[in-house]
């Protein structure tokens, strides 16, 4: 069975950082891609980033320039590192992982781990 592990949330001031990682295990060689999602109460789902297998690496608009995804391939572990974060940033994020590069643009995914509450406040 698939294990996503994530860690590294927290509460934080806007204009704060926080580091986020998500360690794979058990991850067939298909998978192609491995990112993060969010989800704020009352909102829908949202991509945040996330890198393919030939390391092309896709953020959304809302966290561009912001927020740098990397990935430790011989630890099969995947960082976000956030940067001058914002109140509308607090959510639930999760690492997930999608078999196809188009899959995860359709907002899916095949495994996902349990989430990291990220908290933007004073």
């Known amino acids: 069975q698939v294990q996503l592990v994530e860690s590294g949330g927290g509460l934080v001031e806007p204009g704060g950082s926080l580091r986020l990682s998500c360690t794979a295990s058990?991850?067939?060689?298909?998978?192609?891609?491995i990112g993060w999602f969010r989800q704020a109460p009352g909102k829908e789902r949202e991509r945040v980033s996330c890198?393919?297998?030939?390391?092309?690496?896709h953020y959304e608009d809302s966290v561009k320039g912001r927020f740098t995804l990397s990935m430790n391939t011989a630890t099969k572990t995947a960082y976000l590192d956030m940067k001058n974060l914002k109140p509308e940033d607090t959510g639930l994020y999760y690492c997930?992982?999608?078999?196809?590069?188009?899959?995860?643009?359709?907002?899916?995914?095949?495994?996902r781990g349990q989430g990291t509450q990220v908290t933007v406040s004073t």
């Open positions: 997930a992982t999608a078999q196809y590069f188009d899959k995860w643009l359709l907002g899916e995914y095949d495994y």
């Open positions: 890198i393919t297998v030939d390391d092309y690496i």
């Open positions: 058990r991850l067939p060689s298909e998978y192609w891609v």
